[in-house]
């Protein structure tokens, strides 16, 4: 198995405006979308925030690209995604996701599936089913929400091919071992996932003890973190911070953040060691991968 080196340096995408030391079998992780489900500004909003021209503070809704690389070209490189919500097109028009190799979901709410149908232009490229990976409950939902997908009323619907894979316990893919985190959303049950020294967790509200356990000495943790007041189905920035302390990650990232949250303000209170993420926000982290 393949030690993981140290952990590469936070860049800026798009346009790699800082470069990230290259390392054998490296991916790159990059923020698709740092917003929680209204997306920041919200429709209307004159919160300053939402006012603000602060590239950093424009959050579209929560996604996760995880792509092989740096120097691999992009469309031939290695890629999935976690989660594919409502601004799925308008991420991938920017991060050139031309080529996808499957998709891993940490629950069905809207703002994290519902840009599923973008999904069948790889299958017309590729010509070949994408592989989604979810717990039980997701994929029953999927099935129900998309249930076009799956049982197409005519011929030539052009819609997307979709291989469902439930996720109990951790799995391989692309050569890695990917594993499942169980988290609460309020009372649902959802997934987290680790990728050998980088987990990503969203939307939780609360992290079973042995849940917490697969995420020690992960080297880096995105972790959700709505707002400053608490909330019943998501982590308070304040209940992250504490989370994200018991961790001990070498450097922890907040994301699903609403306008309540400004970039710097909030950056310049929080513990050495963690930050809020943003979009296009990248860093190079290790897979575990496996012989």
């Known amino acids: 198995m393949r030690q993981p080196p140290p952990i590469g340096i936070v860049t800026e995408l798009p346009g790699f405006l800082r470069p990230i030391p290259h390392q054998a079998g490296a991916m790159?992780?990059?923020?698709?979308?740092?917003?929680?489900?209204?997306?920041?500004?919200?429709?209307?909003?004159?919160?300053?925030?939402c006012l603000s021209t602060d590239p950093k503070n424009k959050r579209l809704?929560?996604?996760?690209?995880?792509?092989?690389g740096p120097g691999v070209d992009v469309d031939a490189a290695q890629a999935f995604i976690v989660d594919c919500g409502p601004d799925y097109r308008q991420q991938a028009l920017t991060h050139r996701i031309n080529r996808l190799d499957g998709v891993l979901l940490t629950h069905s709410h809207f703002d994290h599936v519902a840009g599923i149908d973008d999904l069948r232009l790889y299958n017309f490229r590729q010509r070949h089913a994408l592989p989604v990976y979810?717990?039980?409950l997701t994929l029953d939902d999927i099935r129900t929400r998309?249930?076009?997908?799956?049982?197409?009323?005519?011929q030539g619907g052009g819609v997307a091919s979709l291989d469902l894979h439930v996720v109990t316990e951790p799995f391989v893919f692309l050569g890695q071992r990917i594993v499942p985190i169980p988290v609460k959303h309020g009372m649902l049950d959802i997934l987290g996932y680790r990728f050998g020294d980088f987990v990503f967790v969203t939307d939780a509200s609360e992290i079973p003890p042995e849940s917490m356990d697969l995420m020690r000495d992960c080297r880096v943790l995105v972790l959700n973190?709505?707002?400053?007041?608490k909330h019943s189905t998501h982590f308070s920035l304040d209940e992250a911070v504490e989370v994200a302390r018991e961790i001990n990650a070498q450097?922890?990232?907040?994301?699903?953040?609403t306008h309540y949250l400004e970039h710097h303000e909030t950056n310049a209170m929080?513990?050495?060691g963690m930050e809020l993420s943003y979009d296009g926000m990248s860093f190079?982290?290790?897979p575990e991968y496996v012989e």
């Open 284 to 286: 190079e982290f290790q």
């Open 28 to 49: 790159i992780a990059t923020i698709l979308g740092s917003g929680t489900s209204t997306g920041v500004p919200p429709i209307g909003c004159t919160h300053p925030t």
């Open 61 to 68: 809704r929560a996604g996760l690209l995880l792509r092989e």
């Open 134 to 136: 979810g717990n039980a």
């Open 251 to 257: 450097q922890t990232y907040f994301v699903h953040m």
């Open 146 to 154: 998309f249930h076009y997908v799956f049982d197409p009323p005519q």
């Open 225 to 229: 973190a709505l707002r400053p007041e």
């Open 270 to 272: 929080l513990p050495a």
